[in-house]
């Protein structure tokens, strides 16, 4: 049995990404990488669902014991994603999606060349901003923040293998994009080097 592929899907606020992934991992060959946090649990959250939550102790722990494969701090908590539950899911032969930002993408690309980097995002910048302002659900100085943190993701863009765009109303179609690029990389040559003993194997 083949590995699966590790999945950096990355994008802005308002490109979809909770929606095309919800379609991936409805197909049932993608698992969806539930981070580790040190912040406590807000109503209706579920441990193992939502988040793994742990004490700081304990993430400190991992980290020094190199048991996250990357992680931030945020407002005074810690966040990540662990090593032993995503090696699993790969070791089945699915895929793995871990929804995180560039900075973090880039810290797993560093340990695992063989990460594949999709940033998601909507048709333009303009696209973008009318999305978040027809949300409805944040103040003005909120939507103005996400917007220059876009400018600040995107000048990074360069280390990601993929660009996938998020149409409105097209989000099924952003998902079958993803698949497709999962199907083309395990079909690469540089994933499958032991081709030629393998063919002629009785």
Do not use: W
């Amino acid at each position: 049995m083949s590995k699966g592929l590790m999945l950096i899907i990355s994008g802005p606020a308002g490109s979809g990404k909770g929606t095309v992934n919800a379609h991936l991992i409805g197909s049932g060959d993608f698992v969806y990488s539930v981070s580790a946090t040190t912040r406590m649990p807000r109503p209706g959250e579920v441990d193992g669902v939502n988040y793994h939550f742990i004490t700081k102790e304990d993430f400190i722990s991992r980290i020094e014991n190199g048991d996250m494969l990357e992680y931030t701090e945020y407002c005074g908590n810690f966040y990540g994603t662990p090593k032993k539950e995503a090696i699993a899911v790969l070791e089945s032969g699915k895929n793995l999606i871990l929804e995180i930002e560039v900075d973090g993408a880039n810290q797993i690309k560093e340990k695992y060349p063989d990460a594949v980097l999709i940033m998601l995002l909507p048709p333009s910048f303009k696209t973008q901003e009318q999305r978040l302002r027809g949300r409805g659900t944040e103040s003005e100085d909120k939507v103005l923040a996400r917007l220059e943190r876009t400018r600040e993701e995107l000048a990074d863009v360069s280390s990601y293998d993929y660009i996938v765009y998020n149409y409105d109303g097209k989000d099924t179609e952003a998902a079958d994009r993803i698949r497709a690029i999962v199907d083309a990389e395990k079909s690469s040559i540089r994933r499958n080097p032991n081709v030629r003993d393998r063919y002629f194997e009785d």
